[in-house]
């Protein structure tokens, strides 16, 4: 008889085997998640998390290289730093101010939040806290001041509320120059946060700079508005700065 050389015909469909091992990838990246899920957070994690959110909210992150330099292109430029536990507090309280101004779009549009490796600045413009020449705080100052007391509230952080005025002479009764002008606005907000707060006075100052600081030149209305602002510094207390 002639022999059948034909190969044996193939069964469709995956092999057997190909179920099995399926199944098994399967219930193993079950297990690794389960664990993942309930593995507690260490330190890198923290960082990476951190540094995630950081892109995400567009922080600017600069080295502090001097008390203050006015006009300095270092404003828009970031600078990477490697992270300390100070640098993930910052960036923690950084976060925090982002989340309460997307939830006031009116407080979005009138301050910014600047880090860099020392401390936290929140900015904020004077047409939203005062009138033109007032040191009296408006309604429209409350969210941002409620905002100052609530990190530091949560951070054990010092403030140093920062008044600032553009080039504009200021000749009054009550202000006859724009540093008492300045000095009163941040005294005004030192005032309610310590009446609102109930903090300890020895982690705040209020300090006048009227236009010795301005952030960018004082050549237009839109720049003149820009240098007009109230700063909300928060700083270790270890680091007694103005």
């Known amino acids: 008889m002639p022999r059948n050389n034909a190969p044996p015909q193939e069964e469709e469909g995956a092999p057997l085997w190909m179920v099995t091992f399926a199944d098994l990838m399967s219930l193993l990246l079950t297990f690794f998640i389960l664990v993942l899920s309930f593995a507690n957070m260490d330190i890198v994690r923290f960082r990476e998390m951190l540094g995630s959110i950081q892109t995400a909210f567009g922080v600017q992150v600069q080295r502090r290289e001097a008390d203050y ?49 020392e401390g936290l600045v929140l900015r904020v413009d004077s047409e939203s806290m005062f009138d033109v020449g007032s040191a009296e705080l408006k309604p429209e100052a409350v969210p941002a001041l409620e905002a100052a007391i609530k990190i530091l509230r949560d951070y054990n952080m010092n403030l140093v509320i920062r008044g600032h005025t553009d080039n504009t002479p200021v000749r009054t009764a009550q202000f006859p120059s724009n540093w008492e002008l300045s000095s009163a606005r941040a005294t005004a907000a030192l005032r309610y946060i310590l009446e609102h707060g109930g903090f300890s006075p020895t982690r705040m100052r209020a300090v006048g700079y009227a236009d010795s600081q301005p952030l960018v030149p004082n050549n237009s209305e839109d720049n003149r508005r820009r240098n007009r602002r109230v700063e909300f510094y928060y700083h270790s207390p270890d680091a007694q700065s103005w």
Do not use: C, H, W, Y
């Open 69 to 117: 330099v006015a006009f300095s292109p270092s404003e828009f430029e970031r600078k990477d730093l490697e992270l300390s536990r100070q640098n993930e507090e910052v960036l923690s309280m950084v976060v925090q101010l982002r989340t309460i101004m997307q939830d006031d779009e009116a407080l979005q549009k009138s301050s910014g939040v600047e880090a860099d490796d």
